[in-house]
């Protein structure tokens, strides 16, 4: 047999003492985390939904009962006798009114809101200039001033430009006082937004206008829909400014449509509670729809 012809050894295996060669066994490498009870949290957490339950119950029971009986027993007993009759009287008496003129109030505010507090807040975060950040320390400041404090000055503007006793009246005061807290939120989401992803789009010849709507706002879904349920809930919820700046049924929304069920002489309670459970509807709907991206936001940077 020639040398060409031997048979070449073959190369012995290390032993390194951690086991044999090969790919690790299933499993190894995986931390497994186990869940500990937390009774503590656990009785917190059902104490707040006992905090939360009672009154809707209360409210949404109170509703189903008849005039003559929701002053009487005991309020957190289900109705022996529940009834529509209340939801009827409310649908038929301008309900339909007061929700359009809601409606309206809220979307343009979150409409106006969103139109001037993303381009700003996306200025504020970057440009580098004193400018911006004295708009910024200046929308700041409106988070300190209350309404009430400044309802009188509000009110001879209004007048002034002829807009008393109109919606406009409504929505711009209440947007104008949503918008501090609006800006702070966005700005404080699109300052997650990465560096390099900015430069990223720089190099490739993108203007400041498509990083706005390209890549500011689909990042900042979650901080957005944060702001939108804080400013419709702003406008829905708002009473000062309709109380203040309407005088006739026209522009009366729902939060004064409640005083339909008030008179001398009496509360028309379940017809008022009715009213209410059917106000907000809308909103809490509204919530249902944009919770994901909420909830999304507050995990991450577009929920990502």
């Not at 690790?24 to 995986?30: F, L, T």
């Not at 529509?84 to 009114?97: A, K, R």
């Not at 789009?201 to 901080?223: E, T, Y």
């Not at 459970?277 to 509204?286: E, K, M, N, Q, R």
Request: net charge positive; charged share 10%.
């Amino acid at each position: 047999m020639s040398h060409d012809t031997l048979p070449r050894p073959r190369p012995r295996p290390v032993k390194t003492g951690k086991g044999p060669a090969g790919p690790p066994p299933a499993g190894r490498g995986r931390r497994h985390w186990t869940k500990r009870p937390n009774p503590v949290a656990g009785l917190g957490s059902l104490l707040w939904l006992v905090v939360v339950i009672i009154p809707i119950y209360a409210m949404i029971s109170a509703s189903l009962t008849s005039q003559d009986k929701a002053l009487t027993g005991n309020p957190l007993s289900p109705p022996t006798d529940p009834t529509l009759d209340n939801y009827n009287t409310v649908l038929h008496s301008g309900f339909g009114h007061l929700l359009a003129n809601t409606v309206i109030v809220a979307v343009a505010v979150v409409g106006i809101v969103l139109a001037l507090c993303v381009p700003l807040a996306y200025v504020a975060v970057r440009t580098r200039d004193r400018w911006s950040g004295m708009a910024f320390r200046l929308f700041l400041l409106g988070v300190a001033i209350p309404a009430q404090a400044v309802v009188v000055p509000l009110y001879l503007l209004i007048a002034k430009l002829d807009l008393y006793d109109s919606l406009l009246a409504v929505i711009l005061p209440t947007a104008a006082f949503a918008m501090p807290v609006s800006v702070l939120v966005l700005v404080g989401t699109l300052r997650d937004v990465s560096e390099e992803l900015y430069e990223a789009m720089a190099l490739d010849g993108a203007s400041p206008q498509r990083m706005l709507f390209q890549l500011a706002i689909p990042m900042a879904k979650g901080g957005i829909s944060t702001v939108v349920i804080y400013a419709a809930l702003q406008a829905w919820n708002g009473f000062l400014f309709p109380l203040i700046f309407t005088q006739s049924d026209e522009p009366r929304v729902l939060t004064l449509g409640l005083f339909n069920y008030v008179s001398q002489f009496g509360v028309n309670i379940p017809a008022l509670l009715a009213s209410v459970v059917l106000s907000g509807v809308p909103i809490f709907a509204v919530y249902l729809v944009a919770r994901r991206a909420l909830v999304g936001g507050l995990m991450g940077v577009g929920g990502k």
